[in-house]
């Protein structure tokens, strides 16, 4: 399972989640199966967990356990599965790793990374309609401008948009080569690749829906818990941290507070940490792709 993905705070974000040994847990990313199984080594044989995940690459890496159900699906259709399953009155704790796993950015054909000549792909689901060259291709100027803003935090995405459109109109943007060439020019010098990551970044973003799938899982999630059941949620950069921390304070993944009658907050969460856990040194120098992490925990009113 580790050379298909490094599971990131395994420890604290498990211990997190695991109160009762004979309860039901969801790991709503299931990647190389490293949360799972860890969820699963402390559980009772009475213990139940259900994984998700999208990537068929994903799917196998199943583990061989009868405690264990592992369903196709992206995750913001969590609680839909969790009464499917039979578990209508929640289940006790619900894990989310959000990070692409290591093996969708080493496999050269997935296309996640400038780092290869391959397709521009980046379908978490193999079998969905529309990939990142599909975008890059048909998007108006105005539309791959905003996702780039948007999605990637992409510095002087006008610019990088209009190269976009001029090379596609000279000859299809096809593969990872022809992206980097179409935008070169306006490449920041000793910087590319940090800036390249940005403008994959928001492809990648774009072509899974990944802003759209996370708002529905968090709501979801929150359906599906029991009371007192737990939220544990790993993220790896801003736009979907602070969707994370403004659905548990609020409610909602904007951030405004509604309440009821009497004036209470009518969020569905609790915060159990108010400033996110992040990795230790050890564990940064051992998987750099940690060093971004941050853990939030909550817990369902009860």
Not at 272 to 278: A, E, T
Request: hydrophobic share 40%; charged share 25%.
């Amino acid at each position: 399972m580790s050379e298909y993905h490094t599971s990131v705070l395994l420890d604290e974000s498990v211990s997190a989640l695991v109160g009762p040994v004979d309860g039901v847990y969801a790991d709503a990313t299931f990647g190389g199966g490293g949360h799972t199984a860890e969820i699963l080594s402390r559980l009772s044989q009475n213990g139940r967990v259900l994984a998700f995940d999208r990537d068929m690459d994903a799917i196998g890496n199943r583990i061989d356990d009868s405690r264990l159900t592992l369903i196709r699906s992206d995750f913001r259709w969590i609680h839909n599965h969790v009464l499917h399953q039979g578990f209508k009155d929640g289940i006790d704790g619900v894990l989310a790793d959000l990070g692409v796993s290591s093996h969708q950015f080493d496999t050269a054909e997935r296309g996640f990374s400038f780092r290869y000549e391959a397709p521009l792909d980046m379908r978490m689901n193999q079998e969905a309609d529309r990939n990142a060259a599909d975008i890059v291709n048909s998007y108006e100027q105005e539309d791959l401008e905003r996702i780039l803003r948007m999605y990637g935090e992409v510095d002087n995405s006008r610019k990088i948009s209009n190269l976009i459109c001029k090379a596609r109109n000279v000859s299809p943007i096809l593969t990872t080569t022809d992206l980097g060439k179409a935008i070169e020019s306006a490449l920041p010098k000793f910087a590319e690749h940090k800036f390249l990551a940005k403008v994959y970044q928001a492809l990648r973003i774009e072509v899974n829906q990944e802003m759209r799938s996370l708002e529905k899982f968090l709501s979801g999630a929150a359906e599906a818990l029991k009371p007192g059941g737990k939220l544990v949620v790993i993220t790896y950069h801003s736009l979907e941290d602070r969707m994370v921390k403004n659905f548990i304070k609020t409610g909602n993944i904007d951030g405004r507070a509604e309440k009821d009658f009497f004036g209470n907050t009518t969020a569905p969460l609790t915060a159990v940490n108010r400033k996110p856990i992040l990795p230790q040194e050890s564990e940064i120098a051992s998987n750099t792709r940690a060093r971004s992490a941050k853990l939030r925990i909550a817990q369902k009113e009860e």
